[in-house]
């Protein structure tokens, strides 16, 4: 069974950082675009950032170009968001899915494997 797992989060004060791991099992997910969203409480869900399997493409949502840096380790079937300057407009659930056709894309309906999410929360 595919799984994808995220790790990292907690609590964190306003410009403090956090970095989010996403491990995969069950399929290799190293030729696959893989990205990471967020949802905030009554918010729909976000868009974060996303990368091409070869590590050459990167994406990003508005909100955190700047801030945050998608990465990831083939061999280890590991992708990271690196979280610097953190707000706590930042706080929600992260999630991190691999899209299984095609490029690298933003949208969420693209993506065909989620893990649970990891908490992330910023104080002000």
């Known amino acids: 069974q595919v799984q994808l797992v995220e790790s990292g989060g907690g609590l964190v004060q306003a410009g403090g950082s956090l970095r989010l791991s996403c491990t995969a099992s069950g399929r290799t997910f190293s030729i696959y675009p893989m990205a990471w969203f967020r949802r905030a409480p009554g918010k729909e869900r976000e868009f974060v950032a996303a990368i091409s399997w070869s590590n050459d493409s990167t994406y990003y949502g508005d909100s955190v170009k700047g801030r945050f840096t998608i990465s990831r380790e083939n061999a280890k079937n590991t992708v990271y968001l690196q979280m610097n300057s953190l707000k706590p407009e930042d706080t929600a659930v992260y999630y991190c899915?691999?899209?299984?056709?095609?490029?690298?894309?933003?949208?969420?309906?693209?993506?065909?494997?989620w893990g649970q999410g990891t908490q992330v929360t910023v104080s002000s």
């Open positions: 899915a691999v899209k299984l056709i095609g490029g690298i894309a933003r949208a969420d309906y693209d993506y065909n494997v």
